[in-house]
């Protein structure tokens, strides 16, 4: 039960923060660009493929395939999340973190670094209870899983 | 579900494999093919949004790079850049900062429709270089300096090719800018003369900018929501929506 809560809510954050990204691409270009990070070029790339890989994600939980495998690559976007987010506050920038559409620069004294990354955290601590435990209900891989179960007959150890 | 269930469960599982291996049955473990299938899903749908993301970036990048020329005249007026003919009809007034990110998404998106329009002398431009991010670098002034630099560019005739090198190298907000020879580099790669570097690191026009700036500032007609932002484009004197990907054509067929 709570995985599916976990799945079901993991998949609405990744599905509304992808569409409101691909929504606005120089909004999310210039968000990226914010975390002074990466040179141009990388800037355009991360911020052309992240909506989309967000989505990605975000479709395969509300469906549940392969729900272990991609609460894993949420975890580790997550964990890059706040890692920008964290040097972008070491360093004294003043960005907002962008992770819900908007982004860029803020007045000083207008950033949230302590409530954006507890944020993440929260849901990397839904995303790591799918990796502990993936089964939830209502997952097509239930289906692939019990369609490929060969029935009781002989078959070489996997 | 409780612990208890899940201990349950787990003892009936191992009843009914115990039953299986007195019947000389091997059960096959997890569903292997069945893992395979769902792991393959995965990465197909995951490499398809990159390959997706990547192909909308890379579709707008070549368009950026194979733009047309700038075969238009600039001239200043004070430190107003005038691009185009001045018997153009119609006429685009663009209110900039050189750190302002969205003002470098607006040179990117717009600068082949503006070139050509400029070329073809549909319309005229006046750069407004405004510095309402002065505060923004640490030093602050980069605004300014850049500013300052962009008019040099003019008297260097180098000014379409400048004035997207430094939207194409636009620092973040937040650090320290380019530096002054970096400002000069990038004018004397595009063959620029040596009085460029004295004049981008004499940083002359500062005041006259900044007094520009301030006036800008305080023109209702620029204000969205009572207060003045970058980018603003006028057409023929009229604020337009941005948002609005349209909003050059537009002006050109009226």
């Known amino acids: 039960m709570v995985g599916t809560l976990a799945r079901l809510g993991l998949a609405a954050v990744w599905l509304a923060s992808g569409l409101l990204k691909a929504l606005d691409p120089a909004q999310t270009y210039v968000a990226v660009k914010a975390y002074d990070v990466l040179p141009t070029d990388g800037v355009s790339i991360v911020a052309g493929i992240l909506p989309w890989f967000e989505l990605a994600l975000g479709v395969l939980l509300l469906l549940g395939v392969g729900t272990r495998a991609v609460a894993v690559l949420s975890a580790v976007l997550l964990l890059v999340f706040i890692a920008g987010v964290s040097q972008a506050w070491a360093r004294g920038l003043n960005i907002d973190c962008g992770c819900f559409g908007g982004g860029g620069a803020v007045e000083p004294g207008q950033t949230q670094y302590v409530q954006e990354i507890v944020r993440d955290t929260g849901f990397l601590v839904l995303a790591a209870w799918l990796i502990v435990r993936p089964r939830t209900f209502g997952a097509l891989e239930n289906l692939i899983g019990r369609a490929a179960e060969p029935g009781p007959r002989h078959s070489k150890v996997g | ?254």
């Not at chain 2, 009914?16 to 049955?25: C, E, N, S, T, Y």
């Not at chain 2, 997706?52 to 890379?58: K, Y």
């Open chain 2, 1 to 254: 579900m409780g612990g208890a269930d899940r201990r349950e469960r787990q003892r009936r599982q191992e009843a009914a494999q115990a039953r299986l291996r007195a019947a000389g049955i091997t059960p096959k473990r997890g569903g292997l093919s069945g893992n395979a299938l769902v792991l393959t899903i995965v990465a197909v749908v995951v490499i398809a949004a990159i390959v997706i993301g990547v192909t909308i970036t890379l579709k707008n990048r070549s368009a950026a790079a194979a733009g047309p020329a700038a075969t238009y005249p600039v001239s200043r007026s004070g430190v107003v850049v005038a691009a185009g003919q001045a018997s153009a009809p119609v006429t685009v007034d663009v209110y900039e900062d050189y750190l302002c990110p969205y003002c470098e998404r607006l040179e990117t998106t717009y600068k082949d429709q503006i070139t050509t329009a400029l070329n073809a002398g549909q319309i005229k431009v006046n750069y407004h270089a405004v510095t309402i991010l002065d505060t923004r670098t640490t030093p602050a002034g980069y605004s300014t300096r850049a500013a300052n630099a962009a008019l040099c560019a003019v008297d260097a005739t180098i000014w379409p090719q400048y004035h997207a090198a430094l939207y194409a190298a636009q620092p973040a907000e937040g650090s320290a800018g380019l530096t002054n020879d970096q400002l000069t580099k990038t004018g004397t790669d595009l063959g620029a003369p040596a009085s460029f570097g004295q004049c981008v690191a004499a940083n002359g026009n500062a005041a006259a900018i900044t007094a520009a700036t301030k006036a800008a500032e305080q023109t209702p007609a620029l204000q969205t929501d009572g207060s003045f932002g970058t980018p603003t484009v006028t057409v023929n004197g009229t604020k337009v929506d941005l948002n609005n990907s349209n909003w050059l054509q537009g002006a050109i067929k009226k």
